[in-house]
Every structure is written in structure tokens, then in C-alpha cells.
């Protein structure tokens, strides 16, 4: 097995693709009985270990689909496993949309929420924030429900829990009426952006922008609600653009500053060059989903709102040092804070700066160097990308980690759901299994 990025690798001994919530349930008193491990996979679309296993991995692939939708409170309950395309789709259909999401729209709804994962627009938090009720089997083999207002404490440990509460099976979303989006993106300057960067945020109901390293360029990206019809011909030429020219164009120049590293500041200046403005007019799930066809490693990290513009002077200075060779863009994204335990966005409204390094180049030297920065600025990582935290760190910048722990242990006081990556990361107290590096 191996993750989308291809960074991760393992072998479990059982892969298995349950179709229903029995079965589910069956599987975990299973290994329970027999002391196996079970890790969880949507579709692997995170840079870290959080799917290894050698035991049992499960895929939820199977069990997809709507339970039930009531469209008089705009509200959904859907398997875990639904992918985010087909959710949306769905959801469509009967009248809805979600009120945000993030740039691609590949994974399962149970692995987004797991990790934090987020959009942008200064309104919407997270899309664990989105939930408004869960479902899970947990490391005894119950089926667990909660929600805000039934078990609350446990609902809000099991919003981004990373796999450890339970196998969530169920997960009902608070949904808005469709809307139709417009998105425009266009070459900005830096600079004119990070002097009216408070209006451009509060001005736009998503806005983010996508600096690039060794220019004054950023791609500047504003969605505003329009009551507008889609565009069908401007969407295809945009689509086509996105997916076919923009991702080739920059697949090959990624793979010559790859051949050429001294290059790597043409490269970007280059890339900056290439940029052109694009309108589009679109339901809201076909104008969030964008095409990521090229491999790449990811760190984000989540810092308060505030400390920003502060913050990237010191990530520019890093990223244009030609030390490290970069020429991704660093994306820049906003979120409202947050009451869950383990979100990024616990407590503070928050930006993101989200940090891209070509895959099979090494990024280790680059993120080391960003993450001291954004630590030292109160950050906190996206869970599924890359990051060097220690139980310790998180301890200290996660107010309720040890609540946390608490209903961790409580739901699957075997440690059922515990992998040597986790146990290590989360610093779980007599783990049974020996560490592997
Ligand atoms: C190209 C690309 C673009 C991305 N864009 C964004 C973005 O715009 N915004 C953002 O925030 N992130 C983004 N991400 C990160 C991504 O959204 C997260 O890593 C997300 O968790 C991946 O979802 P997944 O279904 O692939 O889950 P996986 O990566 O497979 O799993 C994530 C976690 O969820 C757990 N899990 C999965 N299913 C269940 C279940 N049923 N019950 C309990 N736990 C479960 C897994 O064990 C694991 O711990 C991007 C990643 C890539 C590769």
C-alpha cells in the first residue's frame, strides 16, 4: 500500500472492505479478540503514517452512500465512507451543498473531517465543523453516537480524532441551500496584497492567495456567492486550462528546476509569468474542487489570524534564501476558530500557510526550517501532512489534549486503533507492540 503521495509505505496483513455496519463491528471484536491492530483508510490523501499498519487496514469503500437527507433543515446522514465528489453530487441533487470546502474534493468524508480538514473564508471553520453528528464503532465493538447535544464532551473529541476513537460509520452534516459560486483568480502583487490583505479577507466570502517564492507575484483567488447562471463554455476553457495546461506546463517545469536545482529561481520567476486570469461561474462543489495532478509533499500549518502577516515575512526570507531550492507556491488560507479538542483551529480564528516541496525532492531540510518558524508563532500542523510533533509539544498547544486522552482511552481501552506511529505521536501509555522507527 501506498498513500496518494507515495511517502508512505506498508503492508498490512488484511485489507478489508466491509459493507455494512455490522460487519464493521464484527471485524473490530475480532481483532480485539485476537490482539490485532486495525487502522483506518479513506483515500489516503494524507502525507503522514496515519493509515500504517502491519495488522488490519480497512477501507470503507464499500460502504458509501446517503442514510438519510432531510431537506426541510438542509441535513444529511451519510456513510463514512462517502467520497467528498459523491457526496456533493448527491447533495446537489436534493437541493444542497456544503457551505465550504477544500481545493480538491477526492477524499472520504470520514478521513477529511479526521484529519481537519479546511477551506478557506474567514465565516467557515473547518469541515469537522460541519458535523452535527457522528456514529462510531469503537475498540469494545459498540456502536457509539454522539453529537451536541448527546455525549457533547465525546462529540467534541471525535470531530478530528485521527482514527483513535472508533471506526465512525455515520456521520450527519448540517448542509445549506445550493448556491452558485463565481471564482476569480489572477496574478496580484504581493506586496499591494499583504498591504489590503484585512479588506481582501473580509471583503470575499472565501479568498486565498498563493505566493510564489523569488517573485513580488501571488495567485490571487476570490469566490463570492453570485445569483449568476453557470457558465458552461468559460467552465470548460477554465477546466481545460486548470487541468490540462496549467498542471503539464508546471509538471515540466518542476521536473527541469528537479534536473537543474540552480535554476529553481527562473523556474519560479517563469512559472510567475505564466500565470492568467480566470473567471468562473459554477455550483459551489465544482468551483471548490480543483485539479492536483501533480505529486508533491505537504506541510500546513495552522497559526493565529493575527500573527500572519508577521509570521510570513519570516517564510518568505526562508523560502527566497536558495537554500532550500523551492519554487512551489505557498499557500495562504484563512478559517474561523473553533470548540474542538483536536483541531488546528481550536479557540482562535486561524490562517494557514501551506507549504509544497515536489515529490522525490528532499524536503526535509525546507520543513524543518518553516516549522520552527510557525511554531514559534503558536502553530499548530494540519494532521494528515507533514509535521515533526512530540506528545510533549502537542500537550502544551492543545489545551484539552488530555481530555482527549481520556475518551481515547475510555473508547478502546485496548488500544485497538493504536499504531507504533500513533502511539509515538500521541504518547500513548504502556503501548504493547514494539516501536518501529
Ligand atoms: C492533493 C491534495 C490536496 C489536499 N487539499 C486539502 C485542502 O484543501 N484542505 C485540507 O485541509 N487538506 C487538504 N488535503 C489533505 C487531506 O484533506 C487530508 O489529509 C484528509 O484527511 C484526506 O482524506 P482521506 O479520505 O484521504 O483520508 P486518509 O488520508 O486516508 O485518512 C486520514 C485519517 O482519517 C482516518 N479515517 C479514515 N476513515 C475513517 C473512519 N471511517 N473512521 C475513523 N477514522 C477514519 C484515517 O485512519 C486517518 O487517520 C489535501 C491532500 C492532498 C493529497
Excluded at 464499500?62 to 431537506?71: A, E, F, H, N, P
Excluded at 469494545?140 to 471506526?167: D, H
Excluded at 508533491?296 to 517564510?315: L, S
Aim: hydrophobic share 35%.
Amino acid at each position: 500500500m501506498k498513500n496518494w503521495a507515495g511517502n508512505i509505505q506498508w503492508n498490512p496483513e488484511v485489507i478489508s472492505y466491509p459493507s455494512t455496519e455490522q460487519e464493521i463491528q464484527k471485524i473490530v471484536q475480532d481483532a480485539a479478540h485476537h490482539k490485532q491492530k486495525i487502522r483506518l483508510i479513506g483515500s489516503g490523501h494524507s502525507f503522514t503514517a496515519l493509515f500504517q499498519t502491519k495488522d488490519v487496514l480497512m477501507s470503507l469503500d464499500k460502504y458509501q452512500g446517503v442514510v438519510s437527507l432531510d431537506t426541510s433543515k438542509y441535513q444529511a446522514t451519510v456513510k463514512a465512507g462517502t467520497k467528498l465528489n459523491i457526496l456533493s453530487d448527491t447533495l446537489h441533487k436534493a437541493g444542497m451543498g456544503m457551505e465550504n470546502l477544500g481545493d480538491i474534493d477526492v477524499q472520504s468524508i470520514a478521513g477529511a473531517i479526521s484529519t481537519g480538514t479546511h477551506g478557506t473564508g474567514k465565516d467557515f471553520g473547518t469541515l469537522s465543523t460541519q458535523v452535527i453528528g457522528l456514529r462510531f464503532v469503537n475498540g469494545k465493538g459498540e456502536i457509539v453516537s454522539c453529537s451536541p447535544t448527546e455525549n457533547r464532551e465525546l462529540f467534541k473529541a471525535a470531530q478530528v480524532s485521527m482514527g483513535v476513537m472508533g471506526i465512525i460509520t455515520e456521520i450527519t452534516i448540517q448542509c445549506v441551500p445550493k448556491y452558485i459560486l463565481e471564482v476569480l483568480s489572477k496574478p496580484d502583487s504581493y506586496r499591494e496584497v499583504m498591504a489590503s490583505l484585512t479588506e481582501r479577507i473580509e471583503n470575499n466570502r472565501n479568498y486565498e492567495f498563493f505566493w510564489l517564492p523569488y517573485t513580488d507575484t501571488v495567485i490571487s483567488k476570490t469566490t463570492n456567492i453570485t445569483q449568476s447562471e453557470p457558465l458552461p463554455t468559460a467552465n470548460l476553457l477554465s477546466k481545460f486550462s486548470e487541468y490540462v495546461v496549467e498542471n503539464y506546463a508546471f509538471l515540466g517545469l518542476c521536473e527541469f528546476a528537479k534536473r537543474f536545482p540552480s535554476r529553481t529561481e527562473s523556474v519560479a520567476k517563469l512559472s510567475a509569468k505564466l500565470i492568467s486570469e480566470e473567471r468562473k461561474v459554477d455550483y459551489s462543489h465544482c468551483v471548490y474542487a480543483t485539479a492536483r495532478l501533480i505529486k508533491f509533499r505537504e506541510m500546513e500549518y495552522n497559526i493565529p489570524a493575527e500573527a500572519f502577516q508577521d509570521a510570513m515575512k519570516e517564510v518568505t526570507k526562508i523560502a527566497n534564501s536558495k537554500k532550500y531550492n523551492v519554487h512551489f507556491p505557498i499557500e495562504c488560507r484563512w478559517v474561523k476558530g473553533d470548540d474542538i479538542m483536536m483541531s488546528p483551529a481550536y479557540g482562535r480564528d486561524s490562517a494557514y500557510i501551506a507549504c509544497h516541496v515536489y515529490s522525490n525532492k528532499d524536503c526535509g531540510p525546507y520543513f524543518n526550517a518553516l516549522e520552527t518558524v510557525l511554531r514559534s508563532y503558536g502553530g499548530r500542523p494540519h494532521w494528515g501532512k507533514m509535521h515533526k510533533l512530540t506528545p510533549d509539544i502537542i500537550a502544551d498547544i492543545y489545551p484539552q489534549f488530555s481530555s482527549f486522552m481520556k475518551h481515547r482511552e475510555e473508547q478502546d481501552p485496548d488500544q485497538v486503533f493504536i499504531s507504533p506511529y500513533l502511539a509515538k505521536l500521541l504518547g500513548v501509555s504502556n503501548y504493547a507492540t514494539v516501536m518501529v522507527a
